[in-house]
């Protein structure tokens, strides 16, 4: 599970910004989070407001930079959809200074028994600095597995009895180069959680690169299932690769058998063809996925159902976590999130984004925000800093101002 990410100089941040996916110590859905290693709970689901040009997108897109900066070599040396990769990772743009340093990320994540804490610094795609500590649950320190910094890499007492090689590119990250070169414990424990991550950008009006087919008969029939549970009466899919690409084909319950190409379905079924695959493999297996505009083409209901299929733990047994950005005002609600799973970007008066949650904010009184309290009406007041500036524009003059 994801517990923290942390990055700093990336886009329109300047300055370091957390994602927090560890529960706060709140009385609210309890019954929905997932157990970690010793005594921590895990939030199931993290939504991410605010304006446009905010930062929304930039918070999942830090995350995603950080995953392909980390599986991008080992995907080249398998050749597994390298092609499909393009890692952009660039440095706050409006201070000379922010755009000469380096971009810092810092992940920490739950794998088997252990906490990992990585960390990497990377300015103009080389390495800077690399940490990867664990920590067995219940213990009290961490434990190094390796430091990179200034062009020197120094392992920890597991690695070094392994005899690792520390002549690595100052491109590649060492994690990478020792998953390519090694068979490690800790090594594929820690790697294979940035592999697990999938990321789904929907944002664009095109959804055909990213469907991804059954990897068995059962999927596929599971596929069917959880369309059929969100009212689409699908009876049957049929995929079909050719030199051409993926050809998908479905047949309605209404039809007389005939199939329709996918180019025939609307756009929020072309979605939800796309959005089940990587949803059932991470409920099934555990595993984070990331999505951007999670919303965009789906009625609100349809919505509430894939946010519920993470927040029950009936449903979600694997300990699998959703985050996604999100304009959708039916589901700012204390009924649908803990306060700590709302989470707002918003671009300081300064100029560079900030990022925190519901559960950060107090009025002038020192009050934290209650749950009674109307999460969406506040927030289209402004009363959440992450104001979507109506008010701005219904004061706005019009275009015969001179």
């Known amino acids: 599970m994801l517990a923290e990410f942390t990055f700093e100089n990336f886009k329109c941040y300047r300055d370091e910004a957390t994602l927090q996916m560890i529960s706060a110590p709140i009385c609210e859905h309890q019954d929905t989070l997932i157990a970690g290693a010793g005594k921590k709970s895990y939030l199931p689901v993290a939504a991410v407001y605010g304006p446009n040009g905010g930062g929304k997108s930039s918070v999942l897109q830090a995350l995603e930079c950080l995953q392909r900066i980390v599986t991008l070599p080992y995907l080249v040396v398998k050749s ?21 340093e380096a971009t810092t990320f810092c992940v920490i994540f739950e794998a088997g028994e252990y906490t990992y804490r990585y960390i990497i610094s990377e300015r103009a795609g080389e390495v800077v600095e690399e940490y990867l500590h664990r920590r067995k649950a219940g213990r009290g320190s961490e434990a ?56 789904l950008d929907y944002s664009e009006s095109s959804f055909e690169d990213y469907f991804l087919e059954p990897q068995s008969d059962l999927e596929r029939k599971l596929i069917v299932k959880m369309l059929n549970a969100m009212d689409i009466d699908i009876t049957n899919i049929r995929y079909q690769r050719d030199d051409d690409g993926l050809e998908i084909y479905l047949t309605h319950g209404v039809s007389d058998g005939t199939e329709l190409e996918l180019g025939e379905e609307s756009n929020g079924t072309r979605k939800l063809l796309n959005l089940v695959p990587p949803l059932l ?28 299929l993470f927040t029950d733990r009936d449903v979600n047994k694997s300990g699998a976590q959703l985050v996604f ?15 700590d799973e709302i989470w707002f970007a918003a671009k300081t008066p300064e100029g560079p984004s900030t990022l925190y949650s519901l559960a950060d904010i107090a009025d002038v009184d020192g009050k934290r925000i209650r749950t009674q309290n109307a999460y969406d009406r506040q927030y289209l007041a402004g009363r959440y800093g992450a ?16």
């Not at 002549?167 to 294979?192: K, N, Q, R, T, W």
């Not at 950005?325 to 306060?339: Q, V």
Request: negative net charge.
């Open 325 to 339: 950005t999100s304009h959708d005002m039916t589901t700012l609600n204390s009924s649908m999130f803990r306060r």
């Open 281 to 308: 493999r991470a409920l099934s297996a555990g595993g984070l996925v990331v999505s951007d505009e999670l919303d965009a083409k789906l009625h609100p209901k349809l919505l509430k159902y894939i946010i519920k």
């Open 144 to 199: 190094t597995l390796f430091e990179r910094s200034g062009g020197e890499v120094s392992l920890g007492s597991s690695l070094r009895r392994k005899g690792v090689s520390t002549d690595v590119s100052s491109m590649v990250p060492f994690l990478s180069f020792l998953a390519i070169s090694y068979d490690l414990e800790p090594i594929d424990e820690a790697f294979g959680w940035f592999l697990s991550c999938q990321f």
């Open 387 to 402: 104001d979507p500036y109506l008010s701005s524009m219904l004061d706005w003059g019009g275009l015969d101002e001179q």
């Open 80 to 100: 597994r959809r390298a092609h499909a990769y393009d890692v952009d990772c660039r440095p706050y743009a409006f201070e000379e200074e922010a755009r000469s």
